[in-house]
């Protein structure tokens, strides 16, 4: 998990308040920091969504450039991040209905030509040894393809309240849901994600609802 | 409180992963240490995979490709906060400027005026290679015959009126022709008819 939401001082009013005297210099170089701070996280973010490298870099760009042209409109009542995260998603949904709409009348292309695209696939290789990136890469595979294999929203929401450890609150606010709708989507999308990658577990699991269903019937 | 709890059993998966995802923790998991245990483990799968799949996108974006993000948004920003150029027209080739109205009037004019010789000229040349008499533009569209053809066809006529000529002859009888003649005053005997008697 990363660092949490705090920020050292509310930089994004301070942006807000010298583009306002257009003081636009100096805003663009607090703005720099900002970017610096926010730029990772915001790049998972929108490769998990898009799975393509250079479409989720467009994205995040877009996000930058959005938020800071429409500063203005920043209220000070969440993080930076919340706000941000709100224009990023949003950004990522629309290429993702603009991508949706070429594939109806492109025809895709054969492989994985296309605009989706196996995670592991657009990764360098790292590992000290073959057998360590082979088992590496294989790993990251499946999990890839188990994140792919969940709904859209919730593999938002999974990946909000996880790789970046928001609470519930900060995730709905983020994504316009409800808390309780989040929470829902949440233990769905880790139930799947166990159900894909630990199917021991999910065995196990089986076995547990099948003793609740013998001990059900048994009082009946 | 499930029914496997109920009766002394732990929790079950899909239970303890609620309360992963934010649901409140049930008195029999605060209090049983293998249920604690399990959520513990639990936890640190999800953590586990969540850093994996951060890892995924974390090698994709290297911190050159980040630096090289950054700097495309702060271009970007520049560009946004400078107001749009108007770029001139190119200086070297200005567009011909017309100087006045007046000079305009006169060049159309001229160029009337040359149209309507131009038009004349060939409407003349046009009627002299036409055929004499056939000035109309309804007689000129008509189609020509080729000379050779013309010659062939003034022959077969002449040829046509010689054989009509001959046949009425042979029809005519020369006494009634003679009767005609009779009746007939002469011109000449006419004429010298009305002369004085000298100049006779």
């Known amino acids: 998990m990363s660092a949490p939401l705090a920020e050292p001082e509310n930089v994004a009013a301070t942006i807000k308040a010298l583009v306002a005297e257009q003081r636009m210099d100096e805003a663009r170089q607090r703005y720099a920091e900002v970017v610096s701070r926010h730029q990772r996280r915001a790049s998972r973010i929108a490769l998990h969504y898009l799975r393509d490298a250079a479409d989720a870099d467009e994205a995040v760009q877009d996000a930058f450039v959005k938020a800071f042209t429409h500063i203005g409109s920043y209220k000070d009542e969440w993080p930076f991040e919340v706000w941000f995260t709100r224009i990023l998603i949003n950004g990522c949904l629309d290429r993702l209905k603009a991508r949706r709409r070429r594939e109806r009348w492109i025809v895709p292309m054969i492989e994985s030509g296309g605009g989706e695209r196996e995670l592991t696939e657009i990764m360098p290789a790292r590992g000290p040894s073959p057998e360590d990136t082979m088992l590496l890469n294989e790993r990251r595979r499946r999990l890839a393809g188990a994140l792919a294999g969940l709904p859209e929203r919730q593999r938002t929401i999974f990946m909000l309240s996880h790789y970046e450890g928001h609470s519930s609150k900060e995730v709905s606010a983020m994504t316009g849901l409800n808390e309780s709708t989040v929470r829902v989507h949440l233990f769905r999308a880790i139930r799947k994600l166990r159900g894909m990658l630990a199917p021991g577990e999910n065995e196990k699991t089986q076995d547990l609802k099948t003793e609740a269903e013998d001990t059900r019937n048994a009082i009946r | ?200």
């Open chain 2, 1 to 200: 409180m499930r029914f496997a709890e109920m009766f002394g059993r732990h929790a079950s998966e899909p239970a303890l992963l609620a309360i992963i995802a934010g649901g409140p923790e049930p008195a029999h998991v605060s209090s049983c240490a293998p249920c604690q245990a399990r959520l513990a483990a639990l936890r640190a799968w999800v953590d586990e995979t969540a850093a994996e799949a951060g890892a995924i996108a974390d090698a994709v974006f290297t911190p050159d490709r980040l630096a090289e993000q950054k700097s495309g948004i702060l271009r970007r920003l520049e560009a946004a906060g400078r107001s749009a150029r108007v770029i001139a027209f190119p200086a070297g080739a200005p567009a011909p400027a017309l100087q006045s109205t007046r000079q305009v009037l006169r060049w159309a004019a001229a160029a009337a005026v040359a149209g309507m010789m131009v038009g004349l000229a060939s409407g003349r040349l046009l009627d002299l290679n036409g055929t004499p008499g056939s000035s109309t533009a309804g007689q000129s569209a008509r189609t020509e015959t080729p000379p050779r053809a013309q010659s062939l066809a003034t022959a077969a006529d002449e040829l046509d009126e010689a054989a009509l000529l001959d046949a009425a002859f042979d029809r005519i009888s020369l006494d009634s022709l003679r009767t005609i003649d009779d009746m007939t005053p002469r011109a000449r005997e006419v004429v010298l008819a009305t002369l004085p008697r000298a100049r006779r």
